[in-house]
């Protein structure tokens, strides 16, 4: 497999079987690859172009093309993933981290390529150009996201957003994969995504690339996102992940629904049920000493920035006295959308079983 703007030579006997060449972004007609590590993946918080580290400065730019079909000849082999889907800005970093143990399980934190694929499914600018195109690359994606260092080692994909309007078409490429979906209530989503100018920047890039996607969702195709304020987008987006999901949830039985307080006050049960429904060999008492441990002492994207579950707390109750507004506004968007149903919460299938009264 060569290409002009390669650089080095690629082994085709592992390129498909091999972690170590990483698929990270496509562009119009290529596909670029950096070199990757078991070190580098789990030294990687986020495997995007700005935030991934690598094993070498320079990688390979291939033809898309030759790539899909080099892949189909080879058999076009699905090994099972973990997923993590996730409303974002809800621990995903965290649970994430937490699962990332050396040589028992290889971590992926948000691919690119991932990414791009879902926000191309739900897209404001139409229906896809090429379905069958689209789900080539998928197919490709999946197979090169699932190759693994040994045999039996699990991998976990943490996704992002725009991943979430494809749950579906990703679970049917391999019955052995699982998935936890990670979410949280609108009192507490909304003071994370409107935060800060940026967050809310934010809000209102991904639910216009998104556009299509939240459309094409149940109850929500009349919605004109360009007349909604901050909190109501921000409502929008959030009530259209969490019907993806209640949807999702009842579709396949590999999946799991996750309320984000769950993971910040039971972290011990919840990383049991994670490392059992992921298939990670990790002992119980191995799960109880990463959850009372530096991990959850720190800001997971930040880990220089300490932040424990009481300055999480404590933060989240300055910003819904200070956001009390815009929460009411956008619990009264979501009744008037909703009609009674609470967003159907708590979700279904829970990865862990709530307390007891």
Known sequence: MTSPGAVGQIDHRTFFAQPDVFPLEFGSRHLDFVPMTADTYRRSIFTDRGRIVTAARTGWRLDTAEVLAEFERSGGRQNPVSYIFHVAHCGSTLLARALDMPQRSLVIREPSVLRQLGAAAATGRGDRPDRAF?????????????????????????????????????????????????????DDYLPAVLKTPRHRRWVRNVTGDLAGGIGATAGLGDVQLDRLSDAQAAACLWLAQIRRFEHALGQRESLRSLDCIDLFSRPEAVLGAALELSGIPVEQERAADIASGELFSRHAKDPGRPYDRDARLKEMQALSVEMAEEIGEARAWIETIDAGRGAGLPLPRPLVEPRAL
């Open 134 to 186: 689209w789900h080539r690359c998928l197919r490709l994606t999946t197979g090169l996201l699932g190759r693994r260092y040994a045999s039996g080692q699990p991998v976990i994909v943490k996704a992002n957003v725009p991943v979430n309007f494809i749950i579906e078409e990703l679970m049917a490429l391999h019955d052995g994969s699982t998935g936890i979906l990670l979410y949280a209530g609108i």
